[in-house]
């Protein structure tokens, strides 16, 4: 069975960290790209960044960028979303979704972890 | 930054057919994907390259692709459609996935 799990949310100060992580089971984890989607309160999806399959290429949406640092270790099945300097406007249900091989969409997501931004 | 648009709403009585449209300019050479997301729950990709489904999602859901505009079509629309109905694809640089602003379908 198929699955990726979220956890790392919570409360955290404007200016502050938060790691996220999420992990996965039941396929081969080292072989696909990932994703980190987000959605504010009352907003749409928003993509945020992705990661390689070989964990070499990384991209951002641009409001994250220099702030947000996505990673994965293909040894323990884990994908992570490091934030720094967090800010009000990051306050979402973060979403980690795999990326299908043949470049067939987000083919599998996980339930989401909430992250607020307040002080 | 790339933009996809979407129309905020659309409302159908159940047996009727719905039609969302997403309009981007980088579309002609960018393929499209779908994603249905209900309130509570995990976002579920409902189309992709444009017009192929995933397994197991039903023959009445189907995209198309004309230019700079995809649009999926779900027809005899039932109660458990309604939904937000969300576009993807890339930019020009064919490097950074973007969504669309969200069709919200409303079953009369």
């Known amino acids: 069975h198929e699955q990726l799990v979220e956890s790392g949310g919570g409360v955290v100060q404007p200016g502050g960290s938060l790691r996220l992580s999420c992990a996965a089971s039941?396929?081969?984890?080292?072989?696909?790209?990932m994703h980190w989607v987000r959605q504010a309160p009352g907003k749409g999806l928003e993509w945020v960044a992705l990661?390689?399959?070989?964990?070499?290429?990384?991209f951002y949406t641009e409001s994250v960028r220099g702030r947000f640092l996505i990673s994965k270790d293909n040894s323990k099945d884990t994908l992570y979303l490091q934030m720094n300097s967090l800010r009000p406007d990051d306050t979402a249900l973060y979403y980690c979704?795999?990326?299908?091989?043949?470049?067939?969409?987000?083919?599998?997501w996980g339930q989401g972890t909430t992250v607020t931004v307040s002080s | 930054s790339y933009e996809l648009t979407q129309s905020p709403s659309v409302s159908v009585f159940p047996g009727q057919t719905a039609k969302i449209t997403c309009f981007g300019d980088?579309?002609?050479?960018?393929?499209a994907y779908w994603y249905r997301k209900k309130a509570g729950q995990a976002p579920v990709l409902i189309i992709y390259?444009?017009?192929e489904r995933p397994f197991g999602i039903p023959e009445r859901i189907s995209g198309s692709s004309s230019g700079t505009t995809v649009t999926l079509t779900v027809s005899g629309v039932q109660p458990e459609d309604e939904a937000d109905y969300y576009c993807?694809?890339?930019?020009?640089?064919?490097?950074?996935?973007?969504f669309g602003g969200g069709t919200k379908l409303t079953v009369l």
């Open positions: 039941g396929f081969n984890f080292s072989a696909f790209a």
């Open positions: 980088a579309l002609p050479k960018q393929y």
């Open positions: 990661i390689s399959y070989h964990e070499i290429n990384k």
């Open positions: 390259k444009d017009k």
């Open positions: 993807l694809s890339v930019d020009h640089s064919d490097t950074y996935p973007v």
């Open positions: 979704a795999r990326e299908s091989r043949e470049g067939s969409g987000m083919d599998l």
